[in-house]
Structures are given as structure tokens and as C-alpha cells.
């Protein structure tokens, strides 16, 4: 991950880190939907398809395991690749880094309170300890 990652470090000018708080725009827009829209997005496509498209096929056991599945995912935005992609397109690494340490931070804070939320609308009972040790690896990965 490093080796994929320390290009784009080098390119930081940690400089130009204050010229982000002056445009947060984008930070705060991939923030939102990160966590206002991803989550609830995932939760909803993973009910339309295993309780609706795919009721037929899985019983409703299954269909509430792939649909915790789909919200334990969905919740956690990954953004180690987007150092790999900012570089692949020649984006600003300023605004890269703080995205990606503002999203560590959110998901630290948010992940364990939205996945609650959405396991509990469905009536999925999941023990808070494997929700807490499910976000811990995406946030590790990074």
C-alpha cells in the first residue's frame, strides 16, 4: 500500500494545505456524500435487491445477512486508492490528503452510529462488538 501511496506524498506541498481551508468545497461534497448519501444509498439497493429482485431465491436469513453484509461494506468508505487515482489524474494532492485524513476521522466517529442506525431500521440484530471490529480493518487499511 505504501509503495502505491509514497509517489503522492512526495508531490504534497504541505504549504499549500492552508489554501484548502480557504476551498473546502470539495472536501466537504465527497465528505456528504461519503456519509449522508453512501450509506443510506447502499442500505437501499441492498434491501431492494435481496428483499424484492431476489426474495425468490434467498430465504429471508440470508436476505438479512447480505443486507448486513451490504451496510457493513457501504458504510465504510475505503479512500487509500484515492491517493492512486488523484495521481493517476493528475489531481491536487493538497486536497487528497485532507480528504482522505477528514474521511479517517468521520468514519472513526460515524461508521459504528450509521450502521446501528441502518441494521436497526431493518431489524437486523447484530452484537455491537463485531459492528465496532468491522470498521476497525477499513480504517487499519488505509
Do not use: H
Not at 458504510?75 to 479517517?104: K, R
Amino acid at each position: 500500500m505504501w509503495l502505491m501511496i509514497f509517489p503522492m506524498l512526495l508531490q504534497i506541498d504541505f504549504a499549500s494545505l492552508k489554501r484548502v481551508a480557504i476551498v473546502p468545497g470539495p472536501v466537504l461534497l465527497t465528505s456528504f456524500t461519503n456519509f449522508a448519501v453512501q450509506p443510506f444509498l447502499a442500505y437501499g439497493v441492498a434491501v431492494l435487491f435481496f428483499r424484492v429482485f431476489y426474495s425468490g431465491v434467498v430465504t429471508a436469513k440470508e436476505a438479512d445477512e447480505y443486507i448486513a453484509g451490504c451496510v457493513l461494506l457501504g458504510t465504510a468508505p475505503c479512500t487509500a486508492m484515492v491517493f492512486v487515482w488523484s495521481l493517476l489524474v493528475g489531481g491536487n494532492a493538497a486536497y487528497t490528503l485532507i480528504q482522505v485524513a477528514v474521511n479517517d476521522l468521520l468514519v472513526l466517529a460515524l461508521y459504528i452510529p450509521i450502521v446501528v442506525l441502518l441494521l436497526g431500521v431493518s431489524g437486523i440484530a447484530l452484537p455491537y462488538g463485531t459492528v465496532a471490529r468491522c470498521g476497525l480493518p477499513c480504517v487499519a487499511r488505509r
